[in-house]
T-cell receptor, first 108, second 113 residues
Framework: AQRVTQPEKLLSVFKGAPVELKCNYS??????LFWYVQYSRQRLQLLLR??SRESIKGFTADLNKGETSFHLKKPFAQEEDSAMYYC??????????FGTGTRLKVLA | KAGVTQTPRYLIKTRGQQVTLSCSPI?????VSWYQQTPGQGLQFLFE???????NKGNFPGRFSGRQFSNSRSEMNVSTLELGDSALYLC????????????FGNGTRLTVT
């Protein structure tokens, strides 16, 4: 079965510290992986997708097929990064499977 | 371009009633999908429509149904409401060709009493 696991419900870091939000998936084929973010009082929006291989707002994510992971990383957290982050998988069947989300709190 | 619009924003219904939620996608987007969001379960896929055809469906009972119109607008209906149907219902649109990113609406908050 296809599944996305985000093991941390809440992650608190200090401003300027590195951040890593974990995402593991189970899927036997070649999925497309995404990170979506929801800032306070805003709608859920795309942060980045693995095929783009780009950095958005300082965040990067590398797809590791061997470990079936797609962790989101940022070297220096900012207060404005505080939000809810969802990892999502699309297997090409017109549906996304989302993880349960990780709330990131960046402390001043 | 205007974003994805969902109406109404809030709904309060009683058990046994039925409800219809509406979603207007971004102009030019032909795919609309629906998700149920609850605190414990995160986002659960309900169904996806493209050019008025349902292409995929999640594991929800038959009380949950949807449709898409020729202008790509979509509606979702829940009949015989149960307390457990209380949730935020999110609509997302995308271009629909291949794997295209989702653009979400603000959601409809449904409370069943």
């Amino acid at each position: 079965a296809q599944r996305v696991t985000q093991p941390e419900k809440l992650l608190s870091v200090f401003k300027g510290a590195p951040v890593e939000l974990k995402c593991n998936y189970s899927y036997s084929g070649s999925p497309e992986l995404f990170w979506y973010v929801q800032y306070s009082r805003q709608r859920l929006q795309l942060l980045l997708r693995h095929i783009s291989r780009e950095s958005i707002k300082g965040f990067t994510a590398d797809l590791n097929k061997g470990e079936t992971s797609f962790h989101l990383k940022k070297p220096f957290a900012q207060e404005e990064d505080s939000a809810m982050y969802y990892c999502a998988l699309n297997s090409g069947t017109y549906k996304y499977i989302f993880g349960t989300g990780t709330r990131l709190k960046v402390l001043a | 371009k205007a974003g994805v619009t969902q109406t109404p924003r809030y709904l309060i219904k009683t058990r046994g009633q039925q409800v219809t939620l509406s979603c207007s996608p971004i102009s030019g987007h032909r795919s609309v999908s629906w998700y149920q969001q609850t605190p414990g379960q995160g986002l659960q896929f309900l169904f996806e429509y493209f050019s008025e055809t349902q292409r995929n469906k999640g594991n929800f009972p038959g009380r949950f149904s949807g449709r898409q119109f020729s202008n790509s607008r979509s509606e979702m209906n829940v009949s015989t409401l149960e307390l457990g149907d209380s949730a935020l219902y999110l609509c997302a649109s995308s271009e629909g060709q291949g794997v295209s990113p989702l653009h979400f609406g603000n959601g409809t908050r449904l409370t069943v009493t």
